[in-house]
């Protein structure tokens, strides 16, 4: 996989070959039907394995907050998620722009999302923010976050990294801080 994604971003998915795979691996064609069917499933693989990875290093972040720092844990759900994506833009871009077959579209883009969603049902439960459907609002700030990533990334003149944390950090507490409550 790690020989697959360097070709990858060096050339393309579509101009590597499984040739050009096993050659970089050192291993032979024969080893790589033995897991792989495509270089698209490598490429599935590959998300998968980003997914895991992206996901683990939000909820490392997210548990060295202390228990009940529920506005910290949201701070530091959004440090990790900028900062992951940034570090991995490139294998990101790879791994969510590159075209899949349609069979392989199932694959959890919403573990994030998902992770979220818990974070803020788990502020719920302890009272730090009143939230009706918190799977909706995952959604809706990831979906947001992502968007204003990528908006930022794009401009001639982005604001920074550490700016778009901050922007990103107080709109999303301010959005979950119960009515009548000033943002923290």
């Known amino acids: 996989m790690d020989a697959a994604q360097a070709l990858f971003l060096e050339k393309g998915v579509m101009q590597t070959t499984i040739e050009q795979i096993t050659?970089?691996?050192?291993?032979?064609k024969g080893t790589f039907y033995l897991h792989f069917s495509s270089k698209?499933?490598?490429?599935?693989?590959l998300r998968r394995r980003w997914l895991a990875t992206y996901s683990?290093?939000?909820q490392a972040a997210v548990d060295k907050r202390p228990s009940a720092d529920w506005p910290g844990k949201l701070r530091a759900w959004v440090r990790a998620a900028v900062d992951g994506y940034f570090e991995t833009v490139e294998i990101h871009d790879l791994v969510f722009h590159e075209?899949?077959?349609?069979?392989t579209k199932a694959i959890p883009v919403g573990e994030s999302a998902q992770q979220l969603a818990k974070l803020l049902e788990l502020g719920n439960r302890a009272n730090a923010w009143a939230i009706d459907d918190c799977a909706f609002v995952a959604a809706f700030f990831f979906s947001?976050?992502?968007g204003s990533v990528d908006y930022e990334t794009s401009k001639q003149k982005p604001?920074?990294?550490?700016?778009l944390v901050k922007r990103l950090q107080e709109l999303m507490l301010r959005t979950v801080?119960?009515?009548g409550v000033t943002p923290v």
Do not use: K, T
Request: glycine residues 10%; without cysteine; hydrophobic residues 55%.
């Open 23 to 28: 050659v970089a691996a050192g291993v032979a």
């Open 40 to 45: 698209e499933d490598v490429l599935v693989a």
């Open 56 to 58: 683990a290093r939000i």
């Open 99 to 103: 075209p899949v077959p349609a069979s």
């Open 144 to 146: 947001g976050f992502h």
């Open 159 to 163: 604001v920074g990294r550490s700016a």
């Open 177 to 179: 801080q119960p009515i």
